[in-house]
């Protein structure tokens, strides 16, 4: 972001602070007699010291993501509902094709107990499940992650991988390719079978398409009148049992 870039967003960051401050003044002075809006003080998208996250143009983000600092996302990439991607203390890499399912959250270290320096590095083509935790690791090409799983700092997933739903890979493990891990700690389970490899970039194309579709109805404006209607519609009374 060049000097007029960051001249602009600082412009447009008070006049928002600006105009809640005159909401939270204005609601003082109506007392109890007021109707008051909670304004939402959330952003997608936030700078933290001298860094800004780069996101592809084609890349979709939901509107209830965060993605902060340090964060490049890649072309054709998609950041789920309610994912918080977070790269204050280190920077965090997504490369094309791959999603990140709602609510997961990836974060980054600047240091740990062993006293190493990770980000976090997610390459093409990559299914990351919901709720799953990737903390200063790395998931090569076309790898697959599944729901709720925890990658903790240090952690390699080679390329044609996997980590099961729900397993908990530790410090400085590293999962060949070609196999599935799963459990509390994660262990090698089993070989993965060709079909299922050829699925990992399968899911990374649907969900590719399915990101494309939401981004054009996210982009679409809101109907005023179908949404008063929505808001104002009363509860349908329940009918006597006799």
């Not at 509902?81 to 094309?96: A, F, T």
């Not at 925890?150 to 999962?175: C, F, N, P, S, Y």
């Not at 299922?196 to 009148?225: M, R």
Request: with cysteine; aromatic share 8%; glycine share 10%.
């Amino acid at each position: 972001m060049g000097t007029l870039g960051r001249a602009a967003y600082t412009v447009g960051f008070w006049i928002r602070e600006t105009g809640q401050a005159m909401d939270r003044l204005g609601s003082r002075l109506q007392g109890n007699n007021f109707f008051k809006e909670q304004l939402s003080r959330h952003r997608t998208f936030m700078n933290v010291y001298d860094k800004a996250p780069a996101v592809a143009k084609d890349a979709f983000v939901a509107p209830s993501a965060s993605i902060i600092g340090d964060v490049k996302v890649g072309a054709g990439s998609s950041i789920w509902y309610g994912c918080v991607m977070r790269g204050d203390v280190n920077s965090i890499s997504i490369g094309s094709g791959t999603n990140i399912q709602d609510h997961s959250l990836v974060h980054v270290a600047k240091s740990n107990l062993p006293g190493k320096v990770h980000p976090t590095v997610i390459g093409d083509n990559v299914t990351v499940g919901h709720s799953a935790i990737l903390h200063g690791c790395t998931v090569e090409d076309e790898a697959f992650i599944g729901m709720k799983a925890t990658l903790l700092d240090g952690v390699v997933v080679e390329k044609h991988a996997m980590v099961a739903a729900g397993a908990l890979v530790r410090q400085d493990t590293r999962i060949p390719s070609g196999e599935v891990w799963g459990g509390n700690p994660a262990k090698f389970l089993r070989k993965l079978t060709d079909k299922e490899i050829a699925f990992f970039a399968e899911s990374a194309a649907n969900y590719k398409s399915l990101a494309e579709v939401h981004a054009t109805k996210n982009a679409e404006p809101l109907d005023d009148t179908e949404f008063l209607k929505v808001i104002q519609k009363k509860p349908k009374e329940d009918k006597p049992l006799i």
